[in-house]
């Protein structure tokens, strides 16, 4: 199929290449806009009680008050705020209500008592903000318009201006996600360019995959956005650094298992056509089996109960496949039209194969040594396994999305030092009666005495709030700590045990807010790692299963990839917990690390596997086979490992904790699955398992039939 995949596409090529371009042009062009949510209440499913609870408060209680905005007042010289910075206070919160400034419904100045701090060092006013508008862009931007006019107005006092809250972070996290998006860019194609160019010593090679993966990204956005629009899936903030890194990196490791390729039959005599032809003949069906791998790991995500997944998932599976398609067609259609010598130039060792190369002394290692090669390698996994133990998750995704300094956080922190912790973000308590029955004011007597008795708690508020029809009571509950924070969370939990078990007769109690969203967050969460992992895993497994016609491969290869990603995740664990001085480990990361650890991963052994059967298959025993795959397909998996992880590795220069630890832990995943499961494990289990690991196929037989001769045999010139 491939052989002749790869003779359709050189003989084609022009026509090949037009089809790209155009295709790829008219996708983005008829593509509808998306915009990115922030609110993770939006990522859960109905059913959880924090969406229900939302629901029962904007069906209650429509006009609450709920700030979009925290403006924040202290002095210049730290000191107590005086009588006349309190009258600088109320003029600055009148001159932003006569602004009229778009989106803002309401400026609630500071109140003695309430929100104006014990010691007098903090001022809070509050801003109401449209909430139909909260997916757009002119969200945000009204923050930005608060903090412009605010500071104006400050101008000539004593006074510090600064604005956070919800709408606040919005603003902030779109400029850091910008500069994420372009650090990651441009630091990924730097990588690429050099690294490929310095292993090919040539020019355009370098810049070949970069180049390449344009078309595909083009594609892919298009097809993303229409996909997203049709089904009415969420766009996730970190989606789109995310997808950079896949297009390139992935397509950069697909570019790099055909170039390798294509050199080997080059220096065995092809001419440039036959040598593509048979590049592809060769590893089309590692390229392919590999993409499937992956994309099956992403589309399972349709399966998990936390909207950010369900579109994060398909985005990256379509991502993958145009990116697969891309390397099947388009890069050999290339090759093909581009002079061999212009590819390579100014390098002139391409054509001589090195003599006692280190991966041919890496081969011969692990041929005469595989039971040490996978007692060392899989024992350096365990290790770094045992290190996960320690794991601990944080759902502030504020404080890791965002550096320390964005005006936003400085707005948090001064909120944590001056009120209660949770003062911003109160949690919400709702009692309605079952069946749309009002409630007797006596049945709610002592109920907001027993929340406020819940470990966590800070006070409650003395006079609960009664809807227009007298079905529900809202009681307003502030917690010690922020809403985002592990103790906060488990506040809630005990929150809701109370509130469930106290609620009056005939009643309903939901607990509402951030809190509680995080908390049904984390429920989701246990739900997707068991069934998500499970079923991508099968699917994996039935997809190697097919590919090497093998019953037994398939099993070792994933119990190596699983413990690749117990490594990956206690090296991370290790890095941030132990040696650092993190709280917890971003709740999400255990995701990303099975994303692209457990399926980018399997690309590298279905490469070297894939090599392993063809040496079996040519007659060669388990021990030479293993040889001669690290030797050949050793230079791929390392050149491809190397750029992807330090692809990855790229995200830690974004300046936020969420993705330093997504670069680290992705970087190291990667490394460990190209130089330690796909370099040693893998073959030296094979090389142990001998002619055991084809079963019950008959993938060590010599395959002499007439399309493996002809993938395998050099052709005459021309005749491609």
Do not use: C
């Amino acid at each position: 199929m491939f052989h002749r995949l790869g003779h359709f596409v050189v003989k084609r090529a022009w026509w090949v290449i037009i089809a790209w371009v155009i295709g790829s042009i008219a996708l983005v062009a008829g593509a509808p806009k998306l915009s990115a949510s922030t609110d993770e209440s939006e990522f859960l499913p109905k059913h959880y009680e924090s969406i229900r609870a939302a629901v029962v408060q904007q069906d209650k209680f429509p006009a609450e008050f709920t700030p979009g905005a925290i403006l924040m007042f202290e002095r210049t010289d730290g000191a107590a705020l005086t009588d006349a910075d309190k009258a600088d206070i109320a003029k600055i919160t009148q001159g932003l209500t006569d602004k009229h400034i778009p989106l803002v419904e309401q400026v609630i100045p500071p109140m003695e008592g309430k929100t104006i701090s014990q010691d007098g060092h903090y001022a809070m006013g509050m801003v109401s903000i449209d909430k139909t508008k909260m997916q757009t862009d002119e969200y945000p931007l009204a923050a930005k318009d608060l903090r412009d006019e605010g500071k104006e107005l400050a101008k000539g006092t004593a006074l510090k201006f600064q604005v956070g809250g919800q709408a606040a972070m919005a603003q902030d996290q779109k400029e850091s996600s910008s500069a994420t998006d372009a650090i990651t860019m441009l630091a990924t194609i730097v990588l690429i360019v050099v690294i490929v160019g310095v292993i090919f010593r040539g020019i355009l090679v370098g810049w070949l995959p970069v180049l390449l993966s344009l078309f595909p990204m083009i594609a892919a956005s298009g097809l993303i956005a229409f996909v997203t629009d049709i089904f009415d899936l969420k766009s996730s903030p970190i989606a789109s650094a995310i997808d950079i890194v896949v297009i390139l990196g992935v397509g950069t490791d697909y570019f790099l298992f055909l170039m390798f390729r294509y050199r080997e039959r080059l220096r065995a005599g092809d001419d440039r056509k036959a040598a593509v032809a048979n590049g592809v003949a060769r590893v089309g069906e590692a390229i392919a089996s590999a993409a499937g791998a992956v994309t099956v790991a992403f589309a399972v995500l349709l399966l998990s109960e936390l909207g950010m997944f369900t579109s994060l998932g398909p985005a990256l599976a379509i991502s993958v496949i145009v990116t697969a398609l891309a390397s099947l067609t388009l890069t050999p259609a290339l090759l093909s039209v581009i002079p061999a010598k212009a590819t390579f130039w100014p390098g002139r060792k391409w054509m001589q194969e090195p003599t006692g190369a280190r991966f041919h002394k890496l081969g011969k290692v692990v041929g005469r040594r595989p039971g040490i090669i996978a007692l060392v390698s899989g024992g350096l996994l365990v290790v770094l396994s045992l290190a996960g133990l320690g794991y601990s998750g944080t759902f502030d995704m504020a404080k890791s999305m965002m550096p320390k300094d964005k005006e936003s956080m400085v707005v948090m922190e001064a909120l944590t030092k001056g009120f209660s912790a949770g003062a911003a973000d109160p949690t919400h308590v709702f009692v309605t009666g079952k069946d749309g029955a009002k409630l007797d004011a006596a049945q709610l007597d002592g109920f907001g005495a027993k929340l406020g008795q819940v470990p966590g708690v800070a006070t409650v508020q003395a006079e609960h709030k009664l809807s227009e029809d007298g079905t529900t009571a809202d009681f307003v509950v502030m917690l010690k700590d922020s809403a985002a924070s592990n103790a906060a969370i488990d506040t809630v939990t005990e929150l809701r045990t109370a509130a469930h078990a106290d609620a009056p007769a005939g009643t309903e109690a939901l607990v509402g807010g951030t809190s509680s969203v995080y908390k049904d967050i984390n429920l989701a969460m246990t739900h997707d790692y068991k069934l998500v992992f499970p079923v991508a895993g099968l699917l994996i497994l039935l997809i190697l299963g097919l590919q090497l016609r093998s019953v037994v491969a398939p099993w070792y290869l994933m119990a190596s990839v699983g413990l690749g990603f117990a490594a990956t995740l206690g090296a991370t664990t290790l890095a941030f917990l132990k040696i650092g001085s993190e709280p917890g480990l971003m709740f999400m990361l255990p995701i990303f690390i099975y994303l692209f650890v457990v399926a980018i991963g399997t690309d590298y052994n279905i490469l070297i596997i894939a090599r392993l059967r063809e040496e079996a298959r040519e007659g060669r025993n388990p021990r030479e086979a293993a040889s001669e795959a690290v030797r050949h397909a050793g230079p791929t998996v390392a050149a491809a490992g190397f750029i992807l992880a330090a692809s990855f590795a790229t995200f830690m220069l974004a300046g936020n904790v969420l993705f330093a630890e997504l670069g680290f832990a992705l970087a190291i995943g990667i490394v460990l699955a190209a130089f330690v499961m796909a370099m040693f494990f893998t073959p030296a289990i094979t090389a142990l398992l001998g002619k055991k690991a084809w079963w019950p196929g008959h993938g060590a037989m010599p395959d002499h039939g007439p399309e493996a001769v002809a993938a395998r045999e050099p052709q005459p010139a021309g005749q491609a």
